[in-house]
């Protein structure tokens, strides 16, 4: 949030450019994470 008003004034900031990266990144972390998960229940198991 603190990222996006720096790139866009209040005005700015509740649509577009910053909800659709910050969408992104929170769509690759979920990826990146569960993968991760699957990689340590294959070590384990």
């Known amino acids: ?3 996006c008003l720096a ?3 209040p005005p700015f900031d509740k ?3 910053c ?3 910050k969408q992104g990144i929170v769509r690759f972390w979920k ?3 569960e ?3 699957l990689k ?3 070590v384990l198991s």
Do not use: M
Request: glycine letters at 14%; a neutral charge.
């Open 15 to 17: 649509g577009g450019k």
């Open 19 to 21: 909800d659709s990266a």
């Open 1 to 3: 949030q603190d990222l």
């Open 31 to 33: 990826g990146w994470t």
């Open 40 to 42: 340590l229940i294959e």
């Open 35 to 37: 993968r991760k998960i």
């Open 7 to 9: 790139v866009n004034p």
